[in-house]
């Protein structure tokens, strides 16, 4: 607890000198013309948030940290009471590469060399503004070091407060990667919090296409920077690049991205208990995914599986509230007499739109567009062993070549709450029908002859029984019986 006070008190010191020594010293006239052009403008740049650490460490941190001096198992508390506050460290490292490349440009003027002789540092500006850096990681160290000597109380408090500062220390590393992705045409801040990143190899199984890409494709890996995030996946190549002789930084060049809102996942591949899919659209296009280690294959898994289950919960939800019960009280063909006018109308409240009932051929926007990822030969690795091939090998391509692709299994028992919708039960077969709105299949039970609406994404395209009878773990459902989950839509750039 000493040492964590007294290099508190020493950091709040060190920031208070790159605040006045260099910072305010900006707006000094008489060392204006000193000042470097390539600093002109640029200072939050060049600081970052860095007047924000400072406020805070020293109008609030430092002296809660003090208070616990007595009582050092409250300090647990202390960094839960911050736990927002303390995301500025997130911000300032997301910047720091901007940083770093300006300092390079401008880090031997005058100006700096005048600053540094009137604080009398030893080390020049670039070192100090790592200190905040250290900072954050510093304090998982001692944290961890109180935890070994906490017995009793306030131990679930310093558990917490290690796990948030943890947790702040990976966003801050995954936001440092993300600032690094190149070419993709979207807001990278739109997709939500990015969850996990790391890399990858990568095998690719598309039923459709050039026979030989698909062969390529299956049997070769290619190395992939994966980021996962709330609403997608993005596929990248990782690049290493040297700046003016300096230490290699690396950037990720995007290739491709699956919308969450559109994949199931097979925790297992035989042959590698590394690997896992990640797929979509009745396992037309397949990606097999190999982890570096059980341990990460483990933490993608749970994660994927999170974000998933969230969205069925957000689906069933949107469907109790999206639709009253009074417009569906009528017989099925009054249903689809609805939609026709509708769609003929073109309003933006129509419930439903004509589609073709094969899972295969549904009417999504930009689907005429859609194009295979782009496979860059370079990229491939040896040709794996056949006990490592995944179970999605050749002979399952043709599988159940002849059945219903209109019909579909059940994934996970539905209960739902509008009398609208269809109650169903796991492994029940229904017949599509329509496609309505947010998510929503008109569908017939084939066991009940009941019509009704239910979310799609419990739904499994009944032509891949087969495939789904070997399924190894369940993507959505907490039962043995249910083996996998799967959507239908892809986003995908060069």
Not at 60 to 87: D, Y
Not at 356 to 373: E, H, I, M, V
């Amino acid at each position: 607890m000493t040492e964590l006070i007294e290099t508190e008190r020493l950091y709040v010191e060190e920031l208070q000198s790159i605040m006045e020594g260099y910072y305010i010293e900006l707006d000094n006239s008489e060392l204006s013309h000193l000042i470097p052009p390539s600093l002109e403008n640029k200072r939050d740049v060049l600081f970052g948030n860095l007047p924000d650490i400072y406020e805070f460490h020293n109008k609030t941190f430092r002296g809660e940290l003090e208070n616990c001096a007595e009582k050092p198992e409250l300090v647990g508390t202390c960094f839960l009471k911050r736990k927002e506050e303390l995301k500025v460290y997130e911000k300032y490292c997301q910047n720091k590469p901007r940083s770093e490349v300006l300092w390079r440009q401008c880090g031997d003027s005058l100006f700096f060399q005048e600053c540094q002789k009137k604080l009398d540092h030893k080390l020049s500006l670039d070192a100090y503004l790592l200190k905040p850096v250290q900072r954050i990681t510093k304090y998982q160290l001692m944290l961890k070091e109180m935890l070994k000597c906490s017995k009793g109380e306030g131990s679930a408090e310093l558990e917490e407060a290690l796990a948030t500062v943890l947790d702040i220390i990976k966003s801050v590393n995954d936001s440092m990667h993300q600032i690094a992705i190149t070419g993709f045409e979207g807001n990278l801040s739109e997709l939500g919090k990015l969850l996990m990143q790391g890399s990858f190899s990568v095998w690719t199984d598309h039923k459709k296409g050039h026979s030989k890409v698909k062969d390529l494709a299956r049997f070769k890996p290619m190395q992939r920077h994966l980021f996962l995030y709330d609403k997608m996946l993005l596929f990248c190549k990782k690049r290493e690049e040297t700046n003016e002789g300096h230490e290699k930084t690396p950037s990720y060049s995007f290739k491709h991205s699956l919308k969450m809102s559109s994949v199931g996942i097979t925790e297992n591949v035989k042959g590698d208990m590394k690997k896992f899919e990640v797929w979509f659209n009745g396992r037309e296009e397949v990606y097999i995914i190999q982890a570096p280690s059980m341990d990460v294959k483990n933490m993608w898994v749970s994660e994927i599986r999170k974000v998933l289950q969230g969205q069925l919960e957000a689906c069933r939800e949107a469907s109790h509230q999206k639709f009253p019960d009074n417009i569906y009280s009528g017989p099925i063909r009054n249903v689809k007499k609805m939609a026709l006018r509708q769609s003929d109308s073109s309003s933006p409240e129509s419930g439903f739109r004509r589609t073709n009932p094969s899972p295969n051929t549904r009417q999504k926007k930009g689907w005429a567009q859609r194009r295979l990822p782009s496979m860059d030969t370079e990229d491939f690795e040896t040709i794996p062993s056949s006990g490592e091939e995944s179970s999605n090998s050749s002979e399952e391509d043709g599988s159940n070549k002849n059945g219903d692709s209109s019909r579909y299994r059940v994934q996970l028992t539905y209960d739902p709450r509008a009398s609208h919708n269809l109650s169903l039960d796991s492994g029940e077969m229904v017949q599509f029908l329509e496609e309505a709105e947010n998510g929503q299949w008109l569908v017939k039970s084939l066991k009940t002859e009941e019509t009704g609406l239910v979310p799609s994404c419990i739904l499994h395209s009944a032509s891949e029984g087969d495939i789904f009878s070997d399924m190894c773990t369940a993507a959505l459902s907490d039962s043995d019986e249910n083996e996998a989950s799967t959507w239908g839509d892809v986003s995908e750039g060069s």
